[in-house]
């Protein structure tokens, strides 16, 4: 079924190292969901136990979508190793089915830009995968480092700047606020 209501699919990009781009990611969906767009929401590098916003899809389903591929905790600074790489793969796989299928008016990769300053995914796929969307496919895409190449193919660029982060207080993510 395909309820796409936009003329034309853009590119956002959302980085930075600030709080919000996630978040911000997740309050278009919901402006998406109520003009009854189905969303997509693929999380790269991000997994293992469900947060708010997988509640809410649960609710808002079948309009919102959210699919969780990461690995349980945060990258930090190793290398990837090859049970992370090969989620990267799966979910760069399902992206590229749901930007060119008319299932969806919109698909947020969250965390591409990370995986792609990992190495997970490489710069030349995700401008390929922008290339390759339905035109009528909203495509927005979520991260720290977002590459050069990428903000300049964007048709909107982002960036969340911490000025100051209650985490670097000792304060841990709290359930319905960062979890």
């Excluded at 309050?27 to 509640?55: N, T, Y």
């Excluded at 190793?81 to 089915?97: I, M, S």
């Excluded at 299928?101 to 390929?128: K, W």
Aim: net charge positive.
């Amino acid at each position: 079924m395909n309820n796409t209501k936009l003329d034309k699919g853009l590119f956002q990009v959302y980085t930075g190292n600030g709080k919000g781009k996630t978040t911000a990611a997740l309050g278009l969906a919901l402006r998406a969901v109520g003009r009854k767009f189905r969303v997509c929401m693929i999380q790269f590098v991000k997994g293992s136990e469900p947060c708010g916003e997988h509640l809410a899809a649960e609710m808002l389903a079948p309009y919102l979508t959210i699919i969780q591929t990461g690995h349980k905790g945060w990258l930090g600074r190793k290398k990837p190793g090859p049970e992370v790489t090969a989620r990267a793969r799966e979910a760069f796989d399902l992206a590229q089915k749901a930007v060119t299928g008319a299932e969806y008016d919109l698909v947020i990769l969250d965390e591409i830009n990370t995986a792609v300053s990992y190495n997970l995914v490489t710069v030349e796929e995700l401008l390929q995968l922008m290339k390759d969307k339905g035109a009528c496919v909203e495509l927005v895409l979520t991260g720290r480092n977002a590459a050069r190449e990428v903000i300049e193919a964007a048709d909107l660029v982002t960036e969340m700047r911490e000025i100051k982060h209650y985490y670097k207080a000792g304060v841990k993510a709290r359930i319905g606020i960062e979890k």
